[in-house]
T-cell receptor, first 117, second 114 residues
Framework: GAVVSQHPSWVICKSGTSVKIECRSL??????MFWYRQFPKQSLMLMAT?????????EQGVEKDKFLINHASLTLSTLTVTSAHPEDSSFYIC?????????????FGPGTRLTVT | AQSVAQPEDQVNVAEGNPLTVKCTYS??????LFWYVQYPNRGLQFLLK??????LVKGSYGFEAEFNKSQTSFHLKKPSALVSDSALYFC????????????FGKGNQVVVIP
């Protein structure tokens, strides 16, 4: 149980285009989803927290107009990288949590490798 | 704000030997502590957690961790390492006040030598 999927698993796009990444909780309802960015051999950097039906909360230094997050349902959150540039190339990971009895951990998706050329 | 320190960049251990990955934390109030493992180009897999109760927590794949409140530590251990345990290990903490944001350590690369 508690499986999170991401799509696509990898994407290559040209500079200036936009890319959408989907994060789905497959067998549970995720009240909260998190988006992380990870550079090679580094830790995860939290970008934003999204709760279903409300605006995402962005971490300091993350441009909300560049990284658009939508959490339209309890099983789907999307991250759109707008006007992508090579410096946006990274590994993006989402996670999901739910307010269930005894559940405290986040469940992570497999990640999306974004390469901007 | 909560934080995690994983003091070692890489841990090398011979196959069959005990494996320890160190973690210390800082958080206001009672901590919720987690260990995750990451294989190359993959997301994080949950290994174990400490919320309350027994200080020794047993998790997946034979891993365990001991919560030590006085030393603010949550070291990950495995009695006998396997080559397949070679991966990146992350310790994480959150507080118990309803803030569900996790703070991650920098990660430890574990290399198990055959």
């Amino acid at each position: 149980g508690a499986v999170v999927s991401q799509h696509p698993s990898w994407v290559i796009c040209k500079s200036g285009t936009s890319v959408k990444i989907e994060c789905r909780s497959l067998d549970f309802q995720a009240t909260t989803m998190f988006w992380y960015r990870q550079f090679p051999k580094q830790s995860l950097m939290l970008m934003a927290t999204s709760n279903e039906g409300s605006k995402a909360t962005y971490e300091q230094g993350v441009e909300k107009d560049k990284f658009l997050i939508n959490h339209a349902s309890l099983t789907l959150s999307t991250l759109t990288v707008t006007s992508a540039h090579p410096e946006d190339s990274s590994f993006y990971i989402c996670s999901a949590g739910f307010a269930g009895e005894g559940s405290y951990e986040q469940y992570f998706g497999p990640g999306t490798r974004l390469t901007v050329t | 704000a909560q934080s995690v320190a994983q003091p070692e960049d890489q841990v090398n251990v011979a196959e069959g030997n005990p494996l320890t990955v160190k973690c210390t934390y800082s958080v206001s109030g009672n901590p919720y502590l987690f260990w995750y493992v990451q294989y190359p180009n993959r997301g994080l897999q949950f290994l174990l957690k400490y919320i309350t109760g027994d200080n020794l927590v047993k998790g997946s794949y034979g891993f365990e961790a001991e919560f030590n409140k006085s030393q603010t530590s949550f070291h990950l251990k495995k009695p006998s390492a396997l080559v397949s345990d070679s991966a990146l290990y992350f310790c994480a903490v959150r507080d118990s006040h309803g803030n569900n944001r996790l703070a991650f350590g920098k990660g430890n690369q574990v290399v198990v030598i055959p």
